[in-house]
């Protein structure tokens, strides 16, 4: 059985002390793209960096880096103009170079040039181990064949492999498969995963508002399936989309998974 997270023991104060502030409130407070949308509400934007060389080449990329290309770069300013009008009381970034370049770019073209940053490990993508920098295709292809799917470089049939494989499942068995024995394993990826959103949490969750975290396309799935367990179905997390989940009361709720709309803003 999957493991929700644990909340750090400001984060469930601070969850009870807001319920008693507002319980003679019987209407619902809707959000808002602008700043604090209430005292008792904290939605986190995560975000999948920009497009990296190794994505475009199709390499393995969990804690290798590269930087972001050219198109890379562009997605991310696309995304932070699109994000204009939304004051972000804190930003988060994974520890990956891909993924602080991304960040920075959003809050320099969204206006919050000014808004903390704190880079966090926790957050970073699996470890691949030794399949690290090989071809996409010799560490999927068995995973995809073993459920009599078709692993390509458009990854068609990646929603299909993850209704038949728990996220789980995927993660042990590509740390199973990796001769080097140096892969991350489900258990390892989601303590550190978990101590970073408690982190995260108790640093937020008093002051509420909109909280800007830039992640990687497998921890993302990850976090949700923690927080907001069954929520992810497969949906695509492409390079700079935006998955917004709202915490309120000590809970979780995924409003949008994998939002590319800001792009086109």
């Known amino acids: ?27 619902k407070t809707g959000t808002s ?18 497009k990296t060389m190794f994505n475009t080449t199709g390499q393995v990329q969990g804690w290798s880096d590269t930087p972001l290309t050219d198109v890379g770069v562009e997605g991310a300013e696309k995304l932070g103009q699109g994000l204009k009008g939304t004051t972000f009381t804190k930003a988060y970034s994974s520890d990956l ?17 000014k808004t903390e940053l704190t880079t966090l490990s926790g957050i970073r993508e699996w470890g691949y181990g030794g399949y690290e920098g090989r071809d996409n295709s010799e560490m999927w292809i068995p995973l995809f064949e073993e459920h009599g799917l078709t692993f390509d470089e458009d990854w068609t049939q990646y929603g299909e492999l993850t209704r038949k494989m728990s996220d789980e499942e995927i993660a042990n068995t590509i740390a199973e498969n990796d001769e080097t024995k140096t892969a991350e394993t ?30 990687h396309g497998s921890e993302i ?16 997390i492409s390079n700079c989309s935006v998955t917004k989940v709202i915490y309120k009361d000590g809970s979780y709720t995924a409003e949008s998974i994998g939002d590319k709309s800001y792009l086109e803003k």
């Open 1 to 27: 059985m999957k493991r929700l997270v644990k909340l750090g023991v400001v984060s469930l104060v601070v969850g009870l002390l807001l319920a008693g502030c507002n319980s003679g409130n019987s209407g």
């Open 33 to 50: 793209d602008t700043g604090k949308t209430a005292a008792e509400e904290t939605v986190l934007y995560f975000v999948r960096h920009g």
């Open 97 to 113: 170079g891909r993924a602080v370049s991304t960040v920075e770019h959003i809050l320099k073209n969204s206006g919050n040039e």
């Open 186 to 215: 489900y258990d390892e990826i989601t303590k550190r995963t978990e101590e970073a959103l408690d982190q995260i949490i108790a640093e937020t969750s008093e002051k509420g508002g909109n909280v800007l975290i830039v992640s």
């Open 221 to 236: 799935p990850t976090i949700l399936e923690l927080i907001a367990p069954s929520s992810y179905q497969g949906e695509d």
